[in-house]
């Protein structure tokens, strides 16, 4: 984990000095000041943990003054460094918020002591504030929409290793969710307060990934008018999400093999070494061990992304998915635009499962995007997908699901449950009653398909 930040803002230069060298020995990251003014636009860039902060700073060397700004940095412990005989000054500092006081010349055990008490009250605030922020909100294995054995599978596996630090491949056909698998194996992490950082790494041109993944300092090359952090840097405390890796060119892999094994590199024109503390996962559409084997991937980062691997299926292969991932996307349709809920009728729903989806569920989400955005009076028809795509009143496709009669059997069961609760305002008895099973029965079904 990185080291604590504080800044330590005073304007006696051997007292900045010495305090920040004890500090910086202490293995706490610190940066010094001798104004209010440094101490505003360092914490721009520099999100301290902690500030040791003196009351008489110029250009007025107003105590009061001071005290009057503070209430402007208590979002982290703020601790006071009095000279002797300023208790009244102290008292009226905690008043404003400050979270301790220290009156000069500082005793270093009694720095130790304070210090250490006020970074772990910060850390707790924050955990504190993640946990709030997470009540309510829905498990993250809940936005990994699916009942078939795959999606199950998946779900499992991002349980057990998301509170890991262990690396992952997502692997996969284009638009099967490696991204949002990703992005749960992030939010279930205990990273989950920290950045999630997405590279993707076939977007970005050849010439421009390496400044980009490490930032670099200013005149490092023809117009870097400015320093600027690499996205490593960014992602620093959270999770680098890797996507298309397989795209990464060959001497940028050779670099981030580098980061992988050391946890360290130089910005492009920097010869100060960065120490970063993040986890890598990655994702990729392509045939990693094929690439390797006609040496267009590099085989020892291979193995160093690997950790891990998750494998997604086509959507096609998991027919069974598709009523439950039109249900989830229509309700967060409902939810984004405010409109009132929309449901698809039997035909319309018969049509969407027995569909074949080469562009798996992004071109499912696409599809139900575009079909409601004409479908009118809550009910989305046959009519109105035909109106998008002629060819939908034609004989449908052979059902998705290859061979297999156990998935297409499921994927008809979940499309008719999902669609008698949508008819009976989520009634489970009235539902039940409709589809000719026991309530019981109904449950039962409920459940092992997760609906
Ligand atoms: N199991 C799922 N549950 C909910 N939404 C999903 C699921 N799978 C995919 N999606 C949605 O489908 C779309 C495509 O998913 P995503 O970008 O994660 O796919 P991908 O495999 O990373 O694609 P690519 O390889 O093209 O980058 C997104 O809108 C995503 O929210």
């Given amino acids: ?68 700004s503070l ?12 000279g ?13 918020g400050a979270w301790d006081f220290l009156a000069k010349p500082i005793d270093p055990d009694m720095l130790a002591v304070v210090v250490r008490r006020a970074l772990t009250k910060h850390q707790l605030v ?6 709030k922020h997470n009540l309510g909100r829905k498990s993250p294995l809940a936005s990994l929409i699916g009942a078939s054995p795959s999606m199950e599978s998946i779900r499992a596996l991002v349980q057990r290793i998301a509170p890991t630090d262990v690396r992952v491949l997502v692997t996969g056909p284009s638009g099967t969710g490696k991204e949002v698998i990703s992005r749960a194996v992030h939010d279930l992490s205990q990273r ?14 050849a010439e421009l990934l390496e400044s980009e993944l490490f930032g670099h300092t200013r005149g490092a090359f023809t117009g870097a008018d400015k320093a600027r952090d690499g996205l490593l840097k960014v992602a620093d405390g959270g999770t680098l999400f890797l996507d298309e890796i397989g795209e990464m060119p060959l ?102 499962i027995q569909r074949r989806w080469p562009g798996n569920v992004r071109e499912l989400k696409s599809t139900l995007d575009s079909v409601a955005a004409i479908a009118r009076g809550g009910v989305i028809t046959l009519d109105d997908i035909a109106l998008l795509y002629p060819a939908a009143r034609a ?14 059997v499921r994927a008809l069961e979940i499309a008719l449950i999902s669609q ?32």
């Fill in 126 to 131: 924050r955990e504190l504030n993640s946990l």
């Fill in 71 to 82: 209430p402007q940095f208590t979002d982290r412990p703020v601790i006071i460094l009095t």
């Fill in 251 to 352: 001497a940028m892999q050779v670099k981030l093999l580098r980061v992988l094994q050391e946890g360290s590199f130089y910005p492009v024109g920097s010869r100060t070494l960065e120490t970063i503390d993040v986890r890598v996962v990655s994702a990729t559409n392509a045939n990693l061990p094929d690439k390797v084997s006609r040496g267009a991937f590099r085989e020892d980062l291979f193995y160093r992304i690997k950790g891990v691997t998750i494998e997604t299926r086509p959507l096609d292969e998991r027919p069974e998915d598709i009523p439950l991932l039109i249900t989830h996307f229509l309700e967060l349709q409902h939810q984004n635009s405010g409109q009132p809920p929309l449901r698809p009728d039997t035909e319309a729903f018969n049509w969407f």
């Fill in 84 to 96: 002797h005989g300023e208790r009244e000054l102290a008292l009226e500092a905690l008043r404003q």
């Fill in 1 to 68: 984990m990185t080291p604590p930040r504080i800044l330590l803002i005073d304007d006696e230069p051997a007292f900045r000095t010495l305090c920040g060298q004890w500090l910086g020995a202490e293995g706490y990251d610190v940066r010094t000041g001798a104004d209010l003014n440094t101490l505003r636009t360092t914490l721009q860039a520099f999100d301290a943990d902690l500030v040791l902060l003196d009351l008489s700073l110029p250009p007025r060397f107003d105590p009061r003054h001071t005290l009057s």
């Fill in 192 to 205: 989950a307060s920290g950045p999630f950082i997405s590279v993707h790494c076939g977007a970005i041109p």
């Fill in 420 to 451: 008698a609760l949508a008819r009976h305002d989520n009634n489970r008895t009235h539902a039940a009653q409709a589809l000719g099973l026991s309530r019981q029965g109904l449950l039962k079904k409920i459940e092992r398909y997760g609906l």
């Fill in 395 to 408: 004989t449908p496709a052979p059902a998705a699901g290859g061979d297999s009669l156990d998935a297409q």
